[in-house]
Structures are given as structure tokens and as C-alpha cells.
């Protein structure tokens, strides 16, 4: 079985990112009972050091099932709303299936792009997108990147008008501090 390593970013990222995570919860979880179950042959009893390295394995993998419980929680973009959005022929640098978390609430973002200082995304779900634009700017504020506009929408019809928008924009390129800035947004999403 191969195991492939999902990238920030790209579709379909959240839906195998959780079954890496299931895998990997899973053996850890193996590991930890093996060892229980060779400290019992071994030494007949349950009180011996491979019982000690068992316990503290579950560790790590009670861990992992906590990242796995945000993994399954996190929903990602549909297939649907992709197709729309390749139909379009956009010329953006899509983002996919970014999960932000905050201290008040989740914001599960299907579609995103950054172009200069605009940042604009998309949730399928009904999200409130002006806490959600107050958390990334916060973020981004605290990252030192100012006077950025954001804007999440949870209509398709005006997300694609303002991508639209967006494409007709007479500025100059800034594919540099574009991508810095998709790294910040990676690195606070799930």
C-alpha cells in the first residue's frame, strides 16, 4: 500500500490527510498493544516494564486521535464547487480545502487566492465570514502583513464575480509576497 504525502493547499488534502492520520493512530495503537501483550506472555503478568513502554505509547497515539477527531470534523472542498470553479478558467493560484481554527470558532474554507492585496475565499458551509475575516487579518496583522482586504463569501455565484474582479485588476505582480503570504495562511490552517 502506498502512502502518499498530501500538501497544504491541494484538493483533496483534508480527506487524505485523515486517513494518514487514521493509519498512523491505528499502528500506533498496534504497537502499543503488542507490547502489552508480550510483557503478559512473556512474564506472565501484567506487571513488568513492556506494560510501562505500552502505556507510555498510548501517548502519542491518544495524540493522534485527537488530530485524527479535527481531521474527521474538517470538511474540504466538493467536487462540485472545483469543477465550477476549473470551468471558469480561472487564472489564480488556488488554495483547496484550508481548515482555520480559532479560539471562538472553526472556519472550514473550500476555495481561497491570493492576489497583491486582496485575499478572497470561499466556504460551502454557512460560516460567520466576518469573524473569519477578522481572524485572518488578526493573524496576517501579526505576521506583518497590513492593509490586506479580505473577503470569504458563501455565495459561489459572488465568489466567482469577485475572482472575476480580481483577474481584471491592473497592478503589478507580486508573486513573492503572494506566496509568503499563502504560506501564513498554511500554516494556520489544519
Known amino acids: 500500500m502506498k502512502i ?13 490527510k485523515r486517513n494518514q492520520v487514521l493509519i498512523m493512530t491505528l499502528i500506533m495503537f498496534a504497537i502499543s498493544a503488542a507490547l502489552f501483550i508480550a510483557g503478559i506472555v ?10 510501562i513502554v505500552a502505556v507510555l505509547g498510548c501517548l502519542p497515539a491518544c495524540k493522534s486521535t485527537v488530530s485524527l477527531i479535527m481531521y474527521c470534523k474538517a470538511s474540504g472542498c466538493s467536487e462540485d464547487v472545483k469543477k465550477l470553479l476549473e470551468s471558469e478558467g480561472e ?9 482555520f481554527t480559532s479560539y471562538k470558532k ?8 491570493v492576489e497583491g492585496k486582496n485575499i478572497c475565499g470561499y466556504s460551502e ?11 485572518l487579518r488578526t493573524i496576517l496583522k501579526q505576521s506583518g502583513y497590513k492593509d490586506i482586504t479580505i473577503k470569504i463569501f458563501t455565495d459561489i455565484n ?4 469577485r475572482l472575476g474582479q480580481l483577474a481584471k485588476i491592473d497592478r503589478e505582480p507580486t ?10 495562511l498554511y500554516d494556520i490552517s489544519l
Open 158 to 161: 459572488k465568489y466567482k464575480d
Open 42 to 51: 512473556t512474564t506472565g503478568g501484567k506487571e513488568n516494564l513492556l506494560t
Open 91 to 99: 487564472c489564480h493560484i488556488s488554495m483547496y480545502d484550508l481548515y
Open 106 to 113: 472553526n472556519f472550514p474554507v473550500s476555495h481561497m487566492v
Open 175 to 184: 508573486p513573492e509576497k503572494d506566496a509568503e503570504i499563502r504560506t501564513v
Open 125 to 135: 458551509k454557512k460560516i460567520e465570514t466576518n469573524l473569519c475575516e477578522e481572524h
Open 4 to 16: 502518499s504525502l498530501a500538501h497544504k493547499g491541494n484538493f483533496g488534502y483534508l480527506k487524505q
